[in-house]
């Protein structure tokens, strides 16, 4: 009958962690899931790949060793399909694809996403559109128009099926970008992404995983309802120098409706069969995008008029008689610039009788709303977050097993938990490195961890060894001491993991790393910290749902250097006050904004004096830069290309 027609497309969302910097085996990979996919049923007509599959994101410098063109790209992509088809024995069926790399156009470097067509029976793969990443961030942890070029066209495009666009991870960030996709025609926008994971605090929001993916969802679906399009969302998974991707990949209908998601975490297909013809009905109910088109040219004059910086005059008609006037005679006062008929004057009366004189007020303090992210934590997602990338950064760095300095505090506590979670605790080695002075306690508590968790465990007494240097400085006061005491541990624990083919693993929180508040070149030494962005007081929340026990919770922090000495005392703030601020800094509020919300001028000097005083701390060695060339500022390259 008319009007019944189903026009059936099917999406294929491949959520994948490519092998950083190793485009040949990316390649490889992506040829053998091209392959898995043609195996579905219903078969793919398209299978979408994120942003830089093949190389990984987080390559800066390294991006002109893996770049390629678009056409070096499909003539490969082609290659290895046809191949993994003929290893796996099945028929290689003509298959198009959405996917991201760093592309060499026209010798320029762009962040680029390409629709191809491969595995044709009559012919070689097919380009149809390249689309370069128009906004490139440059703020956060991001920096990426230092290594790349912008792209300034986003157009709509003809496939198999129907007409596509394309947008790259920032582009979906601003509305005009599918805005513009959808006015060229665009069914389906493609957004390929490598959104890290930021977000850890509770929500109730329904969505899985940390507070991006919900936030990413918010924005694909906004796009897909706005224009009446279907939007579909793939990112990466995996872990690259310690920012971990978070996956959720999922396509969303046209009325705003999410059609099917990936897990958090894992690489997965999602295979999904759609209906274009829903977006007839969507925008029959909702004729936004029909809106905008009569609309456009005004729109386009009030853009051509903010850009130009054109001055408008405002002008408006003289006073009428209107309801306005009507009142002003209940209430007894005229203009008398019009007369007012009697009987509306009357019913106006008995309106203004009826409207109260106020109305009641509810109150919301500053400190109510506008605040930095909570430092509440969703513990059971942080623990798959971290224990997640503790398994990613060993296999990638060749490791199976991990050595942990126990100290009988929370910080080696939880990081002793969260490996024997990832790993294993047949693969995680507790080593106690107690000095003649140190805490019995302090002792006992690390080895009430080892024994609780069943770990391996070595104890190694530093006292000689600390002795031994200090009998040729026995004028060294008690900061000095602490301080070879806490390089020579460090020195015993990178020497076990030689021992063992065991990495080490880091302890420290963020509040202390804020602070300075550990030795340089010892406690940040080691080449792997899960807790090192949490917060002292977060650190306390994971430990008690990890099952850490109580008594080494509860007890006063301490670094066990000297005796008596406790982290707060030296500090002069308790942790819980010294988290509030430090965050609220970080996130951008001044002093003042922080006071309103309650904080005293002496705490916020404090915290303030020690964050700008320790930055030194927290960074590479000062080396003066001779050259065009200077490591870590010209050469730059990630901790794990």
Not at 294 to 300: I, K, N, S, Y
């Amino acid at each position: 009958m008319p009007g019944d027609s189903i026009r059936p497309l099917t999406l294929a969302l491949c959520q994948f962690a490519p092998r950083k910097g190793d485009v040949a085996a990316n390649l490889a990979r992506i040829g053998r899931l091209c392959a898995q996919a043609a195996t579905l049923d219903p078969r793919p007509q398209v299978v979408h790949f994120p942003e830089t599959a093949l190389s990984g994101y987080f390559v800066e410098g390294g991006v002109r060793e893996v770049a390629c063109t678009a056409g070096a790209l499909a003539y490969d992509l082609d290659d290895v399909y046809r191949t993994a088809c003929a290893a796996a024995g099945i028929d290689c069926v003509a298959m198009d694809l959405v996917i991201g790399f760093y592309e060499r156009w026209r010798d320029t470097l762009y962040n680029s996403a390409a629709y191809l067509t491969i595995g044709l029976d009559d012919g070689p793969p097919v380009i149809r559109h390249v689309h370069r990443k128009n906004y490139l961030p440059t703020y956060g942890l991001f920096d990426e128009e230092r290594f790349v070029e912008r792209g300034t066209d986003i157009r709509a495009f003809e496939t198999p099926w129907g007409r596509a666009a394309i947008l790259v991870c920032e582009d979906a960030w601003h509305s005009i970008s599918g805005t513009i996709a959808a006015l060229d025609g665009a069914q389906v926008v493609f957004v390929s992404s490598a959104a890290p994971a930021r977000g850890i605090w509770p929500r109730d929001d329904g969505i899985a995983g940390p507070y991006s993916a919900a936030r990413w969802e918010r924005l694909v679906r906004d796009i897909a309802e706005e224009q009446g399009v279907y939007t579909s969302f793939v990112n990466l998974v995996g872990s690259e120098g310690g920012k971990r991707f978070f996956g959720t990949s999922h396509l969303v209908g046209p009325g705003g409706d999410v059609r099917g998601r990936a897990p958090v975490w894992d690489e997965s297909f999602v295979s999904l069969t759609v209906d274009l013809d829903d977006l007839v009905r969507a925008r029959a109910d909702g004729p936004m995008l029909s809106d905008l088109r009569v609309a456009l040219p005004h729109v386009l004059d009030n853009i051509r008029r903010v850009h130009d910086g054109a001055p408008v005059s405002l002008t408006y008609d003289g006073p009428e008689p209107a309801a306005a006037d009507l009142l002003r005679g209940a209430r007894g006062f005229s203009t008398g610039e019009f007369a007012v008929p009697t009987d509306a004057l009357q019913r106006a009366s008995a309106m203004v009788r009826a409207i109260p004189e106020s109305l009641p007020v509810i109150r919301h303090e500053l400190r109510d709303h506008g605040g930095p992210p909570p430092l509440a934590i969703d513990a059971e997602m942080t623990e798959e977050w971290l224990t997640g990338f503790l398994r990613e950064e060993l296999t990638r760095r060749g490791f199976g097993k991990v050595v942990i300095g126990i100290s009988g505090g929370v910080d080696s506590a939880v990081t002793a938990f969260l490996a024997v979670r990832a790993l294993g605790r047949e693969n995680v080695i507790g080593v106690r490195l107690p000095y003649r002075t140190s805490s019995a306690e302090s002792l006992d508590h690390a080895q009430l961890v080892i024994d609780a968790l069943g770990i391996e465990s070595r104890t190694v007494d530093i006292s000689p060894a600390v002795d031994g240097y200090l009998t040729a400085e026995p004028d060294a006061d008690a900061s000095r001491r602490g301080n070879i005491m806490a390089r020579t541990r460090m020195i015993a624990l990178f020497d076990l993991s030689a021992r063992y083919r065991a990495l080490p693993l880091g302890t420290g929180n963020k509040t202390e790393r804020l602070f300075g508040y550990f030795t340089w070149h010892a406690d940040d030494s080691p080449p792997i910290n899960p807790i090192g962005d949490l917060y002292k007081t977060q650190v306390w929340a994971l430990a008690r749902h990890l099952g850490v026990p109580d008594i080494i919770i509860t007890k006063p922090a301490t670094a066990d250097l000297i005796a008596g000495q406790t982290d707060e005392g030296d500090l002069g703030i308790s942790y819980a006050r010294a988290d509030e601020i430090l965050n609220g800094m970080l996130h951008g509020f001044s002093h003042e904004a922080l006071r309103s919300r309650g904080f005293q001028r002496d705490e916020l000097t404090l915290v303030s004096k020690r964050l700008n005083g320790t930055h030194w701390k927290r960074r590479p060695p000062a080396t003066a830069l001779v050259s065009q060339s200077g490591i870590g500022e010209s050469y730059l390259r990630p901790v794990d290309y």
